[in-house]
């Protein structure tokens, strides 16, 4: 089973923290569209053999394209691919853009949300951020505070499926809001949340307004102490924390993402997407202009690398630490050799003796202790190319 992620590079805004692709001219759109559909069907000879399981809108906001072009692109994965009776589609969505298209179609009989249902959207990934209009604005966030209950007052009439996104970390941000976030979610009976640290990235506008004093900077310790509140309080409200940054309801986690995480074969469609088979990763152009011209062209515009058993062993520690499924040993030892896994084994013993990593059943999990510092050891964890 596989999975496509489908990159919207389209924003109205673009938010002070965010380093994705995307642009906010939408002049390119109609093109767009159009070669996201031809990609979808040049790649199927690559991965012909395939059964699609999900399908991914993610952006940049998806939510700007309107249901023919959603369907567009639906169908054209229907028609390229084999796809199992019933795929989990996701649609990421903005609450101002919901709100304002639900304004727009809304009859005595249909709304936006029971038409993103008649072309098979199932899921709902909605990025809230906060519900604090301090918070939204700090970020440049498109949306207010009201838009956002207001969306998931309405979304949750229509879908069950429903995650959204949280950001803690914020500078100013206190554990007393920051807990009041977490509990406004957990209002509207959502069965998925993914929340995030607030990450400083080189060349963002957050970058620019640090350094020039304009902003605090982010507080690593803060950020500590609201990862471990909302683990704890989501913990409370019957949520499993199945991966690092995300928590689900029984029978409700990402199946999408899961399978990143599990690595399985994914296929990423437009600028910037990324894709992997296996054995090969690669990746699509950062640039909507020389995406749409290659595509034209019947030219995937892709670079690909061959992950060397090193990579492979790398990439499967840094994921799986990551999850509650933890690193199989006994995955290690049969994909990658005895010496991998002598290695891991021996890596992992000073965090073991400091309660970050434990063994349990033959897979090598952290601790809750260790969970926030998860991408710090594994990199610890690692072999090196010689």
């Not at 949306?143 to 429903?162: G, P, R, S």
Request: aromatic share 12%; glycine share 6%; hydrophobic share 35%.
């Amino acid at each position: 089973m596989s999975g496509i992620y489908i990159h919207i590079p389209f924003c109205k805004q673009a938010c002070h923290y965010c380093d994705f692709h995307f642009s906010t001219s939408l002049k390119k759109r109609d093109e767009m569209v159009v070669a996201l559909a031809k990609e979808i069907q040049l790649r199927k000879d690559e991965f012909e053999n395939i059964t699609i399981e999900t399908i991914y809108f993610g952006g940049g906001t998806p939510s700007l394209l309107t249901i023919k072009e959603l369907k567009f692109l639906i169908d054209t994965v229907y028609g390229s691919y084999e796809v199992v009776s019933t795929p989990e589609i996701t649609l990421e969505a903005n609450p101002d853009d919901l709100i304002k298209a639900e304004q727009s179609v809304q009859t005595e009989s249909k709304t936006i949300f029971e038409d993103y249902r008649s072309i098979g959207i199932n899921r709902l990934s909605i990025g809230i951020q906060s519900f604090f209009e301090e918070d939204l604005k700090l970020m440049n966030r498109a949306h207010n505070a009201e838009e956002a209950k207001v969306c998931l007052d309405v979304a949750t009439q229509y879908f069950d499926n429903i995650s959204v996104d949280l950001i803690y970390g914020i500078p100013g941000l206190s554990n007393n809001r920051w807990k009041q976030n977490i509990e406004i979610a957990l209002s509207y009976n959502i069965p998925h949340i993914s929340s995030y640290a607030l990450t400083v990235e080189p060349k963002t506008a957050l970058a620019s307004f640090i350094k020039k004093g304009i902003i605090d900077n982010v507080d690593d310790d803060k950020a500590h102490e609201q990862f471990h509140l909302l683990v704890d309080t989501l913990d409370q409200n019957g949520f499993i924390h199945y991966e690092l940054s995300n928590f689900g309801k029984e029978d409700y986690f990402s199946k999408n993402n899961s399978a990143y995480w599990q690595g399985k074969s994914y296929i990423g469609i437009g600028p910037s997407a990324h894709s992997f088979n296996g054995k090969e990763r690669g990746w699509n152009v950062r640039n909507n202009s020389k995406y749409i011209k290659a595509i034209q062209s019947e030219t995937l515009p892709i670079e690909t690398e061959t992950l060397t058993t090193t990579d492979q062993y790398n990439e499967y520690v840094m994921t799986g630490l990551r999850t509650i499924w933890g690193v199989s040993l006994h995955k290690v030892k049969k994909d990658f050799g005895t010496v991998f896994k002598d290695y891991l084994i021996e890596q992992s013993e000073v965090f073991i003796n400091q309660h970050l990593l434990y063994i349990d059943d033959e897979h090598l999990r952290v601790t809750k202790k260790g969970q926030f510092l998860c991408d710090g050891i594994a990199s610890d964890l690692f072999k090196i190319n010689l």
